[in-house]
């Protein structure tokens, strides 16, 4: 899975995830507003555009992002929302 990063990552963190058939360019208007006072994640799904693997399901996109969190910010994010 690919992440794509916006602003500081001093800043609360915020998890952003698109829906089926789109990718993180769905969120171009709410990094502009948002960037300077959080830093983004948006995980490019499994199987989207973007992405650099194939989709087998929505657990393992979950565990993976899971994991994600868990490894680079303690297991700890301000919010996360689609």
Not at 56 to 82: H, M, P, Q, R, W
Request: charged content about 20%; proline content about 1%; glycine content about 10%.
């Amino acid at each position: 899975m690919e992440y794509k990063e916006y602003g500081s990552k001093n800043n609360d963190i915020i998890i952003l995830l698109h829906g089926g058939g789109l990718s993180w360019w769905n969120y171009i208007d709410e990094i502009s507003l948002l960037e300077n006072e959080f830093h983004i994640v948006i995980p490019i799904l499994d199987g989207h555009s973007g992405s650099d693997t194939n989709f087998t399901s929505i657990e393992s996109n979950a565990l993976e992002i899971i994991n994600f969190i868990n490894k680079n910010y303690n297991g700890k994010v301000k919010l996360i929302g689609d």
